[in-house]
């Protein structure tokens, strides 16, 4: 199966090429919605609604696959920092807490008549920072296009402590759920062995 991501990550692009899928990228313009107040779940999902939803309407016939990760301590949404000063902040309240990482994945595959969405929930313990291994950890990433402002999947054990779900969905896709998804779905997917 030939699939369409509604993204530009490297991240999630790499996750697809690891986990064996065969998909192009068409990154989507669309409009994030950012509504602090609204159910973290239906937040996410609707965001990678949107995103797919765009990308589909130019691919009517091909599967779309959009997805949005955001990273929640206790009920507020860290999304990506907008300079290193709110990186530094951001990674200064996550310091010795658990928060939850929350990847919404929409599913269209408009020939079929489907639109599928679902959510993933990650636990995340992070070790506890002070201010030089902050700073240290962020000179070594790109901060500015993570949620978070962190990558689990880069220099990710200096930072983390335990991780209680699947760490791909905190890289930003939840392939192992995606590949169950796709297969109830009939659209051949598949679940490798290391997706998880």
């Known amino acids: 199966m030939t699939m369409v991501l509604a993204s530009a990550s490297p991240r999630r692009r790499q996750l697809l090429e690891e986990a064996g899928y065969s998909f192009r990228v068409v990154p989507s313009a669309a409009e994030e919605e950012h509504d602090a107040g609204r159910d973290p779940e239906l937040l996410v999902t609707g965001n990678a609604l949107l995103k797919a939803a765009e990308v589909a309407a130019a691919h009517p016939a091909e599967t779309v696959i959009g997805a949005d990760t955001l990273v929640y ?3 507020e949404p860290l999304g990506k920092p907008a300079d290193y000063a709110e990186a530094r902040a951001m ?3 996550l310091s010795g807490n658990t928060h939850r990482v929350i ?3 929409a599913v269209l595959a408009g020939d079929r008549g489907i639109e599928h969405c679902f959510a993933e929930t990650t636990e995340v313990t992070f070790r506890c920072l002070d201010a030089a291994a902050i700073d240290d950890y962020l000179a070594s990433i790109e901060p500015l296009d993570k ?3 962190y990558a689990a999947q880069d220099g990710g054990e ?3 402590a335990s991780v209680s779900g699947s760490f791909r969905n905190v890289v930003g896709l939840p392939i192992a759920r995606l590949g169950r998804e796709l ?3 009939g659209l ?3 679940v490798p062995a290391q997706a998880h």
């Open 73 to 75: 301590l206790d009920r």
């Open 91 to 93: 990674l200064g309240r």
């Open 103 to 105: 990847t919404g994945v």
């Open 147 to 149: 949620a978070g402002a």
């Open 158 to 160: 200096r930072i983390i």
């Open 183 to 185: 297969q109830a779905l």
């Open 188 to 190: 051949g997917g598949h």
